[in-house]
């Protein structure tokens, strides 16, 4: 579905490569995320997967599609963004006129545009919010908006680029829980680009950047199992990696690596009872 061959970029002829050399493919119906430090280049990366940048050398590969100038715009619509801050992505005074809008754009009739708004909606379970005003809503619930504005679009590909990083707590599991619903009801092709590793867990792939290159390319689990070394690479690894690994320092006999914060505590139990 997505394809980087041997992609190289740089924003200033003279200014370092931000990515050098990268080789990547992307299966339709995965999930994949995207994780490196501030810096590098995963916000690049996604800009270049829908046209709004291109490559300086190498070659990005959507659908079977090179990006070229001739194939940009209809490759775009194959790839929706939702992007950090929900604020910066409203236009509409209600949730209908917000969905609506990119829509109107393209020029969907108004019957298909009612039925594609409120099954959009649907999708991310905001139907009843229709009518509202989206500033008065949480920033889950407006992230929620951008994603079914996203959907109403009918895209094969979202890229969320940190679209969890300025959420609460309650607002980063909305968005987890839509995208792995999303993920499974409609086998849409999801990108992650994100620095939590708790996100990056739900994922089918890692991808870790690191000094313009891929530095790790695996499932979560094996990434996890790096534990305090992930910090070299800027990543934090989560609590549940942390505790894992502290006990295992401790030589007390743990299994798998844990993913999530149930298999940590399944496995803590085993721990308690056996001794
Ligand atoms: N428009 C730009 N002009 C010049 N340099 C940029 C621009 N955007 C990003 N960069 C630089 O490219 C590098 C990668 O940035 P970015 O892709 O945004 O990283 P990330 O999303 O991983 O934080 C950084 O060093 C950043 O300063
Ligand atoms: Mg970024």
Same mark, same amino acid.
């Given at each position: ?150 959907? !109403?679009?009918?895209? &094969?590909?979202?890229? *969320?680029? %940190?679209?969890?990083?300025? @959420?609460?707590?309650?607002?980063? /599991? ?78 007390? !006999?743990?299994?798998? &690596?844990?993913?999530? *914060?149930? %298999?940590?505590?399944?496995? @803590?139990?085993?721990?308690?009872? /056996?001794?």
């Amino acid at each position: 579905m997505i394809q980087f061959d041997q992609v190289s970029y740089q924003y200033k002829s003279n200014s370092p490569y931000v990515l050098n050399d990268v080789n990547l493919s992307i299966d339709e119906g995965e999930w994949v995320s995207i994780l490196g430090q501030n810096g590098s280049g995963k916000s690049t990366a996604a800009k270049l997967l829908n046209g709004l940048l291109r490559p300086v050398e190498g070659r990005v590969i959507i659908d079977d599609t090179e990006i070229t100038d001739d194939t940009v715009y209809q490759v775009r619509r194959h790839v929706g963004m939702v992007f950090q801050n929900p604020e910066n992505q409203f236009v509409g005074t209600t949730v209908l006129d917000d969905v609506a809008f990119g829509l109107e754009n393209i020029g969907v009739p108004r019957e298909e545009m009612i039925k594609r708004i409120d099954e959009s909606l649907k999708q991310v379970d905001m139907l009843e919010y229709k009518n509202h005003e989206p500033t008065k809503l949480s920033g889950g619930q407006k992230q929620r908006i951008a994603i079914a504005s996203v959907l !109403a679009m009918r895209p &094969e590909i979202i890229v *969320f680029d %940190e679209a969890t990083s300025m @959420l609460d707590p309650i607002g980063k /599991k909305e968005i987890i829980e839509t995208m792995r619903y999303l993920h499974e009801q409609y086998n849409l092709t999801i990108i992650t680009i994100t620095h939590d590793l708790n996100e990056a867990a739900y994922s089918d792939r890692v991808i870790t950047l690191h000094n313009g290159s891929i530095w790790f390319q695996g499932t979560p689990r094996h990434l996890f199992q790096y534990g305090e070394k992930l910090e070299e690479v800027g990543l934090e690894p989560t609590l549940i990696t942390k505790v894992y690994h502290s006990l295992k320092r401790e030589s007390f !006999a743990v299994k798998e &690596e844990p993913l999530h *914060f149930k %298999e940590l505590v399944d496995e @803590l139990w085993t721990l308690y009872l /056996k001794t």
